[in-house]
């Protein structure tokens, strides 16, 4: 299929434009924004319209994609549930000592002792949506600064939901 077949078929809906399968910034200079899209919506593009390969990350299939990204360029984790999701991120991208002390768990987690992570993975469990609706304001408020600072973006089902991207089919709008 040839780029102009492509774009037929994109322009009759049979390719969804909304899924999601890349992200990049345009360079080590210029990263305040994240870009996210389709892939072959992007490669089927005039080739001046297209990013710099140096910058683009291809997403893999899952529920929830947080990207995040500096003047390094983007990455991202993939989860397959909400709970997966909230737990990962915590652990491997926030700071645990946040969702202690806003949600007063300090002293509970202190009396667990060594099972102190049980404790905290239950209380995750019992209450998703609030740590969920905690993780989308540390998102929307994070910005990549180009120093120690990145921006992230949550997708869940191809959406953004936390965060700000520009879709690469609205980059010259």
């Known amino acids: 299929m040839d780029n102009f077949d492509l774009k037929k078929y994109l322009a009759e809906?049979?390719?969804?434009?909304?899924?999601?399968?890349?992200?990049?910034?345009?360079?080590?200079?210029?990263?305040?924004?994240?870009?996210?899209?389709?892939?072959?919506?992007?490669?089927?593009?005039?080739?001046?319209?297209?990013?710099?390969?140096?910058?683009?990350?291809?997403l893999k299939p899952g529920m929830y994609h947080m990207i995040f990204w500096n003047d390094e360029g983007p990455d991202y984790n993939v989860y397959n549930?909400?709970?997966?999701?909230?737990?990962?991120?915590?652990?491997?991208?926030?700071?645990?000592?946040?969702?202690?002390?806003?949600?007063?768990?300090?002293?509970?987690?202190?009396?667990a002792g060594d099972n102190w992570e049980s404790v905290f993975n239950k209380h995750i469990e019992d209450n998703l949506d609030m740590y969920y609706e905690e993780l989308n304001k540390l998102i929307n408020n994070s910005e990549a600064d180009g120093?120690?600072?990145?921006?992230?973006?949550?997708?869940?089902?191809?959406?953004?939901v936390a965060g700000e991207a520009t879709n690469i089919s609205r980059r010259f709008d």
């Open 147 to 160: 120093d120690s600072a990145n921006g992230v973006v949550l997708l869940q089902n191809g959406k953004v």
């Open 81 to 111: 549930s909400k709970e997966e999701y909230i737990k990962d991120s915590i652990v491997s991208f926030w700071d645990i000592d946040h969702f202690e002390r806003k949600f007063g768990l300090t002293d509970e987690l202190d009396a």
């Open 13 to 58: 809906g049979r390719l969804l434009k909304e899924n999601i399968d890349m992200a990049t910034i345009l360079s080590h200079d210029d990263y305040k924004e994240l870009y996210i899209g389709n892939r072959a919506e992007h490669d089927a593009s005039h080739e001046e319209e297209q990013f710099s390969d140096e910058y683009i990350i291809d």
